[in-house]
């Protein structure tokens, strides 16, 4: 499919079959997330697959019902750090002055730059924007899983403090942002034959 097929084709899937999503393509389905663009290229989230049956069970009363979260192929929760600091940026430019074998000295000013943007921000605002990141990445997840006829069901509604509990995300400095239940539609998901509902094109888009 193109991509504008590939869109139309897709939709929130309500229930999923027991088929399992392939190792490549779940791996591709990870690096598009890996690969997405964020503010600064500082990605300030972490992506965690989810494939323990028991694992899922015990985030299903977490889930406000939702059991595609237990029943979909996998669950990609992503999540966003917390300590968004100092630390932090020294960390991405030590990592950007690595791959392009420069001296950390070249990127001083841009390095400073970002400090006085990202931690001038008070904390509210900064987690904030670390979430803003995280849904660039879910939206370019489900674009190349539909590109590659992967059903998707993105998620807010659940209890996040519920997920890092079980997933001791807060010891690791994580704190879970949206989720994405993927995986194959079901012969019986009533949904996947109800039209799409969007705005018409010329009521969507303002030329200026």
Not at 63 to 77: A, E, N, P, Y
């Amino acid at each position: 499919m193109n991509v504008i097929d590939a869109l139309k084709w897709r939709y929130a899937v309500r229930e999923f079959s027991s088929k399992v999503i392939p190792a490549q393509d779940l791996h591709e389905l990870a690096d598009a997330t890996r690969l997405t663009a964020s503010s600064y290229g500082l990605q300030p989230y972490k992506l965690i697959v989810v494939e323990s049956p028991e694992m899922r069970e015990a985030l299903l009363p977490h889930s406000m019902g939702q059991t595609k979260v237990r029943d979909s192929s996998h669950l990609f929760i992503l999540a966003s750090h917390n300590d968004i600091n100092d630390h932090f940026i020294e960390k991405y430019f030590a990592m950007t002055a690595q791959v392009k074998g420069i001296e950390q000295q070249a990127l001083a000013g841009f390095k400073q730059h970002v400090k006085d943007v990202i931690l001038g921000m008070p904390e509210a605002a900064k987690r904030q924007w670390a979430d803003q990141q995280a849904f660039i990445a879910l939206g370019n997840l489900l674009t190349v899983a539909a590109l590659k006829s992967i059903d998707a069901c993105p998620m807010g509604g659940f209890d996040a403090a519920g997920f890092d509990e079980v997933l001791g995300l807060t010891d690791n400095g994580l704190r879970s942002c949206v989720i994405c239940a993927l995986g194959y539609r079901s012969d019986h998901d009533s949904s996947a034959q109800a039209k799409k509902i969007r705005p018409d094109f010329d009521n969507f888009m303002l030329r200026v």
